[in-house]
C-alpha cells in the first residue's frame, strides 16, 4: 500500500509559479512511476505529466510542455511539479498518483492517487 499526500497548491496570478509536492509513504518509492493529473470544474480528470521510477525520461501533456517540469527524490520519497508561466485554464485541482511499473497517461491505470490540491490561476 502506498499513501500520498499532495501540498503546494494555492492561489497566483497569471504568469506566475507554484510547485507541488507529493510525498509517498507505506512502501518503497522505487519501482513505481508517477503521474500528476488534474481536474477542472465540469472537466474530466485529464493527465498532466509523468516520470519513470528512475526519474530520467519524463512526459507531458501538450498543454503543459515547455511549463511544468516533472521531477522525484526517491531519497525523499517525494515528486514535484514545478510550475510556471501559470494561465487562468491551469485552475484545477491537481492530483498525484503511483502505479507498479511502466507508466502511462491514462489515469485508470493508477492504483494510489492522493486526496489533491487546488490551484486557481487568476487572470
Known amino acids: 500500500q502506498v499513501q500520498l499526500v499532495e501540498s503546494g497548491g494555492g492561489l497566483v496570478r497569471a504568469g506566475g509559479s507554484l510547485r507541488l509536492s507529493c510525498a509517498a509513504s507505506?512502501?518503497?518509492?522505487?519501482?513505481?512511476?508517477m503521474g500528476w493529473f488534474r481536474r477542472a470544474p465540469g472537466k474530466e480528470r485529464e493527465f498532466v505529466a509523468r516520470?519513470?521510477?528512475?526519474?530520467?525520461?519524463?512526459y507531458y501533456a501538450d498543454s503543459v510542455k515547455g511549463r511544468f517540469t516533472i521531477s522525484r527524490d526517491n531519497a525523499k520519497n517525494t515528486m514535484y511539479l514545478q510550475m510556471n508561466s501559470l494561465k487562468p485554464e491551469d485552475t484545477a485541482v491537481y492530483y498525484c498518483?503511483?502505479?507498479?511499473?511502466?507508466?502511462?497517461?491514462?489515469?485508470?491505470?493508477?492504483?494510489?492517487w492522493g486526496q489533491g490540491t487546488q490551484v486557481t490561476v487568476s487572470s
Open positions: 498518483a503511483a502505479r507498479a511499473g511502466y507508466g502511462t497517461n491514462s489515469y485508470g491505470a493508477y492504483d494510489y
Open positions: 507505506g512502501r518503497s518509492f522505487s519501482g513505481y512511476s
Open positions: 516520470i519513470r521510477w528512475s526519474g530520467t525520461t519524463t
